[in-house]
């Protein structure tokens, strides 16, 4: 009696679509796992073998603050201290100077002073934007300039009506004041939004930061400025400017989503 020749069944397109995301998302699992071993592994060997204490001058390959697990600074924990630390390691004759600052200068000692009492009474308990409108009162800003991205007006315009809402005199300039043409200063058409089809306005933090010295600001907010474009608005406004927006379009303006996803889907940045 012959034997019945069984065929190999076939898979559908769908059952095989079906086990290949099967597949891609046990990698995905295992990858995960692999990374969180990695850092865990990593963190016993520093604790088991620490590093020796290196040369405080090193200026590239030395650890840092960044690869720290114990802040022992944050209360003087002396006996935590690891052998890398900044702390124990520090210029004296810089801390020195850095604490006469605080202690001399007026507008320094004012910014000091108003962020502690924001941190000490507010901490945890305010949003961003309450502890900014409490930090201008403090400070006693008489008038305040708001450096905005002209993306970000409408939310601009929500916290101007906050300002007004306290009593806060303001005065808001949009990061395309001007409307000078890209190209006018050599940036090159490859680095435009529409690659040089269009008219592209350039965003102007020189003159953001003019125009609110000219209207003698005591205190700047930033709002959603470029990265790059604060570091220059901040080079050129003459009174000392803080940030209520980080601009991340990807992350609805949080940036810090991929640093606290960096173990999962931003593992490969
Ligand atoms: S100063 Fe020292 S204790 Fe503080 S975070 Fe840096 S390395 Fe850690």
Same mark, same amino acid.
């Given at each position: ?30 990858? +995960? *796992?692999?990374?969180?071993? =990695? ?8 604790? &088991? %073998?620490? @590093? ?84 201008? +009162? *403090?400070?006693?800003?008489? =008038? ?8 970000? &007006? %409408?939310? @601009? ?113």
């Amino acid at each position: 009696m012959s034997e019945e020749v069984k065929k190999p069944t076939r898979k559908t397109k769908a059952a095989k679509k079906a086990e290949y995301e099967s597949i891609k998302e046990q990698v995905e699992q295992l990858e +995960k *796992q692999l990374l969180e071993l =990695k850092t865990k592994a990593k963190e016993l060997d520093a604790d &088991l %073998n620490p @590093a020796p204490k290196k040369d405080a001058e090193c200026p590239s390959q030395c650890l840092t603050c960044a690869d720290c697990r114990v802040k022992a600074c944050f209360n003087n924990e002396a006996e935590k201290y690891p052998s890398f630390c900044l702390t124990t390691a520090v210029n004296k004759k810089l801390l020195q100077k850095a604490k006469d600052i605080y202690l001399t200068n007026d507008t320094d000692k004012k910014l000091a002073l108003t962020a502690a009492y924001v941190e000490g009474n507010f901490y945890g308990k305010y949003t961003r934007v309450q502890e900014t409108i409490e930090f201008i +009162k *403090q400070y006693g800003a008489k =008038k305040v300039g708001v450096a905005t991205c002209v993306g970000l &007006l %409408n939310e @601009a315009s929500v916290f101007c009506k906050l300002l007004k809402k306290h009593g806060i005199e303001y005065y808001t300039v949009g990061c395309k004041i001007g409307a000078i043409e890209k190209s006018e200063i050599g940036i090159p058409k490859e680095n435009t939004l529409t690659k040089g089809e269009k008219f592209e306005s350039m965003c102007n933090p020189i003159m953001q930061a003019k125009v609110l010295n000219a209207q003698k600001t005591d205190l700047n907010i930033v709002i959603g400025l470029c990265v790059g474009h604060d570091a220059l608005f901040m080079r050129y406004a003459k009174a000392p400017s803080t940030i209520l927006v980080v601009k991340d379009r990807v992350t609805g303006h949080n940036p810090v989503v991929p640093l606290y996803t960096a173990g999962g889907i931003y593992s490969k940045i």
